[in-house]
């Protein structure tokens, strides 16, 4: 074979020897090193002509003899000539091909064995012929266009003792080089041979000794960079998708139906003297009043007193229809019915009017204002600025609080005065005419009035008024309200309790001063009235009414007129700076 490189000429071996050697389609092999043998002379210096020879795998021979008689040096390695001229390797003896090995490799798993050491071959023949290896055998070789070197020195002459034919190698392990006795020229230290796959391919221009170099690892990939390539391409993925549900739920409000936690369904009965429990008692007994007449309208609360249809409400919600009468009445149900006004008091703010033609009315009974005690609960039904059915609660904040409300006409015609039940309950206007209960619902009071911010209900404190709950309710007690309901009822008129005397209203003094003259210029004191028969005269000044204290002439109106028509009172009135105790019989006068 002649590819570019040094042909490698060697000494022929036996058959079954070189049947083992590796064509160069298997490649080359390693060979082992060599051993110093016991009892063996040091070699002598390699010729001068020797081209610097390249550790392979080398193997021990035996010295030769050269043709001068001389010793050869035992071949150390393989040697590499120096390429001949082209003329000289035409003419050059170039071995046949031997066949193919059959080869069995060895695992690579098995330890290494230590080589078998093959004796050198005998010396050449005086007259060595070049051999041929073939298929059948020898065959005469083609003679080199030179003279043989005497010396044999290939290619020139016949194949030197340098190159035996290797045998058979299987992989070693490694031998430590052994000392030597003498330096020996151009010998390098032996590399470790070290445990291979075997028939590892050879490359005869390597370094000496130089394993052939593991081929190059698959480069690994770096787990960082897969790792952070994945958490990007999850955070774009889920990106995406929280984007996709993100906007789905904008647009259709969620991804299931809503569904709240809610209590069950359980006992919808309150205690009868809850504040549920008595508006669930009084409110099919509580009506809403509008009411048109006179170019006003105006809206109120009422209430049913009986099955007839007769309804409590206040005198200032219906006085607008006293005329025309267009009231219509709208029950807690809704059902609507028109009404007429049966009668009406300015004095005691009270009025009756009545529906017809309404089955299954159901009045509100009526308690005893006398009974009443501050701080006692009540509750308050009404239809504050047209609210129907407004529930609200409170206490009594006290009882016997003298109100006088109107006075619009400024003649003194249309004044109420009332001893009334003082409430903290919420009554804004609306709330007017509706009732007051206690805790049984019953109706201890009727709502009339309320005091408002900045000097409201014409008491005369500056301002202007401004409606609306502050805490400060008046409630007309029930037991003077069932005495003139059933009096208007009864005679559509209501009668007031009378002393017969004319107060002097603009008296500043503490208590309540009978005048010198009368309105019209007559009497004061009326003549065969009850307080002429108690022996009352003008100038004196009445301080207490049954032992309550008496500031002026509004509160002794207020407290005269708590009482029926008959009834007793004691009187403490102060004379010429005498005290006196006078009684009397209240008299009676037709109400307006």
Do not use: C
């Not at 006692?376 to 206490?395: E, Q, R, Y």
């Amino acid at each position: 074979m002649n590819n570019g490189k040094p042909n490698w000429w060697s000494r022929p071996s036996s058959t079954p020897e070189a049947a083992r050697i590796p064509d160069e389609a298997d490649g080359d092999f390693p060979l082992p090193a060599p051993q110093s043998t016991p009892n063996q002379e040091p070699p002598a210096p390699a010729a001068p002509e020797a081209v610097e020879s390249e550790p392979l795998a080398a193997e021990p021979a035996a010295a030769e003899a050269g043709p001068a008689g001389e010793p050869q040096a035992p071949a150390v390695n393989m040697t590499k000539s120096a390429p001949a001229p082209e003329s000289a390797a035409a003419s050059a003896t170039e071995p046949a091909t031997a066949p193919e090995p059959a080869t069995t490799p060895a695992p690579a798993a098995v330890p290494p064995a230590e080589p078998a050491t093959v004796p050198a071959p005998a010396a050449p023949p005086a007259e060595p012929a070049p051999v041929l290896v073939g298929a059948e055998g020898h065959a005469p070789a083609r003679q080199p266009l030179h003279t043989p070197d005497e010396y044999r020195t290939p290619p020139y002459g016949e194949p030197g003792p340098w190159a035996p034919a290797p045998p058979v190698q299987r992989p070693a392990a490694s031998v430590p080089p052994q000392a030597h006795p003498h330096p020996q020229a151009h010998v390098q230290p032996q590399p470790q041979v070290v445990a291979a796959a075997p028939w590892v391919q050879y490359d005869p221009w390597g370094a000496p000794g130089a394993a052939p170099a593991p081929a190059p690892a698959p480069a690994k990939k770096s787990r960082k960079g897969l790792a952070l390539a994945g958490a990007l391409v999850f955070a774009l993925v889920t990106g995406v998708i929280g984007g996709g549900i993100g906007a789905y739920v904008e647009r259709n409000g969620g991804l299931t139906t809503v569904e709240l936690p809610q209590a069950e369904a359980g006992d919808t009965g309150r205690a009868p003297d809850s504040v549920a429990g008595i508006a669930a008692s009084a409110l099919p007994g509580v009506v809403t009043l509008h009411v048109r007449g006179n170019g006003s309208s105006g809206t109120g609360t009422g209430f049913v007193l009986d099955d007839k249809g007769h309804i409590l409400t206040n005198n200032h919600v219906v006085d607008g229809a006293a005329s025309s009468g267009d009231i219509s009445v709208t029950f807690s149900s809704g059902e609507t019915a028109r009404a007429k006004l049966i009668g009406k008091d300015t004095g005691y703010d009270l009025a009756v009017v009545q529906v017809t033609g309404v089955s299954g009315l159901k009045a509100l009974p009526l308690g005893n204002s006398d009974n009443v005690r501050v701080g006692d609960p009540v509750v308050a039904i009404g239809a504050p600025f047209d609210l129907s059915n407004t529930v609200t609660s409170g206490i009594i904040s006290a009882k016997e609080r003298p109100i006088t409300a109107g006075g619009e006409k400024g003649d003194g015609s249309d004044i109420s005065y009332v001893d009334a039940l003082q409430t903290d309950a919420p009554i804004n206007p609306g709330n007017s005419g509706g009732p007051l209960l206690d805790s049984k619902a019953r109706v201890v009071g009727i709502n009339s009035a309320i005091r408002a911010a900045g000097g409201g209900s014409g008491d005369g404190e500056g301002g202007a008024s401004q409606p609306g709950s502050i805490g400060l309710g008046f409630a007309i007690p029930i037991n003077q309200g069932k005495r003139v309901a059933e009096e208007l009822i009864n005679t559509g008129k209501a009668t007031h309790p009378v002393i017969g005397v004319s107060l002097d209203m603009q008296f500043n003094g503490d208590g309540a001063r009978v005048g010198e003259k009368g309105k019209d210029g007559s009497a004061s004191v009326t003549a065969g009235g009850p307080a002429a028969k108690a022996g009352l005269r003008p100038g004196d000044v009445i301080t207490r009414v049954d032992g309550q204290r008496v500031h002026n002439g509004e509160e002794l109106i207020v407290k005269i007129r708590a009482h029926r028509p008959g009834d007793k009172l004691e009187l403490t009135l102060s004379r010429d700076g005498k005290e006196l105790t006078k009684t009397l019989t209240l008299g009676s006068s037709q109400g307006t």
